[in-house]
């Protein structure tokens, strides 16, 4: 009996040895597991903190290439002297340039619109802003009336353009 009573005691002390072996087991696992949970917590923040960085970035860049409407510069003065407007610069756009502001006609002239530029019609019987023939961006196929002081000049800096106007596909 007292083998027997030895042996189950043997079990028992193996089985507490076992259950702290277990437990310190257990302890690192989880620090292991936590470990792992924190790693890809972080990856999870840092992505979401580049792509927030990258939002941000593409909304800038792209506020700052923004088209410039060239209507809000049209100013109607109804009283000016009406009178005959003078155009040496006439034809259909073949070409834009990257800037958005110069480009080239279909008779080969290359003009360019500057901050001087004077944009639509004016004096007293100039039709309203909204009634004249302007878009607000050069395009190509759009037909463009205007002058220049200097014909002579390659690219001629435009002092005024009074029309830009696509009729097949006008845009406001």
Same mark, same amino acid.
């Given at each position: 009996?007292?083998? +027997?009573? /030895?042996?189950?005691?043997?079990?028992?002390? +193996?089985?507490?040895?076992? /259950?702290?072996?277990?437990?310190?087991?257990?302890? +690192?696992?989880? /620090? /292991?597991e936590k470990r792992a949970f924190m790693k890809k917590v972080r990856i999870s923040v840092a992505s979401l903190v580049a792509c927030a960085v990258i939002a941000v970035v593409a909304m800038v860049h792209t506020n700052n290439d923004t088209t410039i409407d060239l209507t809000e510069r049209i100013v109607a003065d109804h009283s000016a002297p009406a009178a005959k407007a003078l155009v040496n610069i006439e034809g259909i756009i073949t070409a834009v340039g990257e800037d958005g502001l110069s480009f080239t006609l279909d008779n080969g002239m290359e003009v360019v619109v500057t901050d001087e530029t004077r944009i639509g019609i004016d004096g007293p019987t100039a039709p309203p802003k909204e009634e004249q023939l302007f878009e607000p961006t050069f395009r190509v196929g759009?037909?463009?009336?205007?002058?220049?002081?200097?014909?002579?000049?390659q690219p001629v800096q435009a002092a005024v353009i009074y029309t830009n106007w696509n009729f097949e596909q006008p845009i406001r």
């Amino acid at each position: 009996m007292m083998n +027997a009573y /030895k042996n189950v005691m043997k079990q028992i002390h +193996a089985s507490e040895e076992f /259950k702290d072996k277990m437990q310190k087991e257990m302890l +690192a696992y989880e /620090k /292991k597991e936590k470990r792992a949970f924190m790693k890809k917590v972080r990856i999870s923040v840092a992505s979401l903190v580049a792509c927030a960085v990258i939002a941000v970035v593409a909304m800038v860049h792209t506020n700052n290439d923004t088209t410039i409407d060239l209507t809000e510069r049209i100013v109607a003065d109804h009283s000016a002297p009406a009178a005959k407007a003078l155009v040496n610069i006439e034809g259909i756009i073949t070409a834009v340039g990257e800037d958005g502001l110069s480009f080239t006609l279909d008779n080969g002239m290359e003009v360019v619109v500057t901050d001087e530029t004077r944009i639509g019609i004016d004096g007293p019987t100039a039709p309203p802003k909204e009634e004249q023939l302007f878009e607000p961006t050069f395009r190509v196929g759009n037909l463009i009336s205007g002058f220049t002081e200097n014909t002579s000049s390659q690219p001629v800096q435009a002092a005024v353009i009074y029309t830009n106007w696509n009729f097949e596909q006008p845009i406001r």
